[in-house]
């Protein structure tokens, strides 16, 4: 029993590493990465943190850095977003510190620095939460090309959104995007590869 | 209530309420609620007051009654009073003893034609199952008033009445008489998914069968947490993520399915009093055009569900 676990575990570790570098390379190669030449997405920005303190791009750059546009009156996309994010740093292991995560608010009025500190209790600590003037939302989102508008609702309002995730490289050019439609798996490969060469 | 009827007002009221008693009175559409839950009043207005056209149409909030809130209606003002409640409910947990107490609307309504006037309220449990709940109600007109504002007394016939406030009688939904108000619509799956601390809002998902012979329509609903319960679609355009309320409910087509999911349509729990948290369970209802309100317990599924069951999507 012993010598025979001792035998599988290698082989299915091994099994695993090699279908994940399949998956990855299936996924990963028909789309090409856009490097060669900077795509205008991204950019300088001046916001404040989910801890109240002044917060710009300096702050995501040295590591490669995954950005994500949202609001926290969102029943879906952006809890379930966060969480994905949540597990994916928790799967990428000792990597995920040389990752940055940031969530930006497209609804300022309501996401003050502390309820997004609240909010982002549930997630993983490493996720940042920027707010910020209407002006500089709107600075930051035409930076990342990112759509956002208000829907009224009855006496109150919601928020249309860009639902990309951003993943940019450790000099804040961009590198590729993933989304909440993606599979856990296709994701994951996607934040390693931005670890590795990002 | 004003009512500003003068003596010959009240003579004519009295004779044409004598000489044409086919005359239909103003009811609710739907005259039946569950106990200790929000109710959506359609008042029907039928006819004007002895062939005039109705002004105003003016509606008494009960006492027990809470959280009223007019729908409101094009062409016409709207005007709400407000008053302290004779005692002090709780909604939410939180302690209520002031609100609506009266709606107004003011327009135009031809003698000849028919019009609805809808509010939203919440029937505490001042009044116990079986009760009914009287809204007394007065159309104005250029020259006199309808008032529909009597109330039978115990054992007193409604229908003796000639000009009776337009009553909602309660009736329990939980367990057996639960089908029996849903008439033939089968409620599946209910649930929701809990949600971060501070989150204002939660989202429901469900599935409503619609097994009998007649369409009918998904109006409303409440939610225990929820300031109120409303229904939204999301879709996705692009990359852009958007959501928007639904107009006027959900109609269920005989042998059709409407399918509240994640990426779909959803109810949405708006104002939470308190995170949802996994595995708990919370009763709120749906309200149907025809079946009326249906009660149906929502069980809380951890953050990162996109279904009722446990499995990964995609
Ligand atoms: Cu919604």
């Known amino acids: ?198 | 209530m004003t009512s500003s009827s003068s003596a010959g007002a009240l003579v004519a009221a009295a004779l044409l309420a004598v000489s044409t008693p086919a005359l239909a009175h103003v009811t609710f559409e739907t005259a039946r609620a569950a106990p200790n839950a929000t109710y959506k009043g359609v008042l029907r207005i039928p006819h004007g007051c002895n062939g005039q056209p109705t002004l105003k149409v003016q509606v008494r909030i009960p006492e027990g009654v809470i959280d009223a809130r007019p729908m409101p209606k094009a062409g016409w003002t709207l005007e709400t009073a407000r008053a302290p409640y004779a005692k002090t409910y709780r909604q939410h947990g939180e302690p209520v003893s002031e609100g609506v107490t009266g709606i107004t609307w003011s327009g135009s309504l031809e003698d000849g034609h028919y019009d609805e006037f809808v509010f939203q309220a919440r029937i505490t449990d001042a009044f116990a199952a079986g009760s009914t709940v009287h809204f007394p109600v007065v159309q104005t007109c250029a020259n006199g008033t309808e008032e529909w504002t009597q109330i039978p007394a115990a054992e007193q016939d409604p229908h003796s009445l000639s000009h009776p406030a337009p009553g909602v009688t309660l009736v329990a939904a939980p367990g057996a008489s639960a089908s029996a108000t849903a008439g033939s619509l089968a409620i599946e799956q209910p649930w929701s998914r809990a949600t971060p601390p501070g989150a204002k809002v939660g989202g429901g998902y469900l599935r409503i069968t619609n097994k009998g012979q007649e369409p009918d329509r998904l109006v409303g609903g409440s939610f225990p947490l929820a300031g109120r319960v409303e229904m939204h679609e999301m879709s996705l355009d692009g990359t852009v993520m958007r959501m928007k309320p639904v107009q006027g409910g959900l109609a269920i087509e005989p042998g059709r399915t409407l399918e509240f999911k994640p990426g779909g349509y959803h109810l949405m729990f708006m104002d939470l009093k308190e995170p949802l948290r996994a595995g708990q369970t919370h009763k709120g209802t749906l309200v149907f055009e025809k079946a009326g309100t249906v009660e149906v317990e929502y069980a809380v599924r951890p953050m990162g569900a996109q279904g009722a069951a446990e499995h990964k999507h995609h």
């Open chain 1, 1 to 198: 029993m012993i010598l025979k676990r001792s035998l599988l575990l290698p082989l299915s570790v091994f099994l695993v590493a090699a279908l994940t570098l399949l998956v990855t390379v299936l996924l990963l190669v028909p789309e090409p990465q856009q490097n060669q030449s900077r795509v205008p997405i991204g950019g300088p920005f001046r916001l404040t943190s989910h801890e109240g303190k002044p917060f710009t791009e300096a702050d995501l750059k040295g590591k490669p850095f995954a950005v994500f546009f949202g609001f926290t009156h969102c029943p879906e996309v952006c809890p379930t977003t966060l969480y994905d994010l949540t597990q994916d740093l928790q799967a990428l292991g000792p990597d995920a510190d040389k990752l940055n995560v940031a969530f930006i608010t497209v609804d300022p009025a309501r996401d003050t620095p502390e309820l997004l500190k609240s909010y982002l209790s549930s997630f993983d600590p490493r996720i940042v939460g920027l707010t910020g003037t209407e002006e500089e939302i709107a600075a930051v989102a035409k930076e990342y090309k990112v759509y956002f508008r208000k829907v009224p609702t009855d006496g109150d309002y919601t928020m249309d959104h860009t639902a990309t995730i951003f993943l940019m490289d450790s000099k804040g050019d961009f590198y590729g995007t993933s989304n909440f439609q993606e599979s856990d798996e296709v994701r994951r490969s996607k934040l390693q590869q931005l670890v590795k060469n990002g």
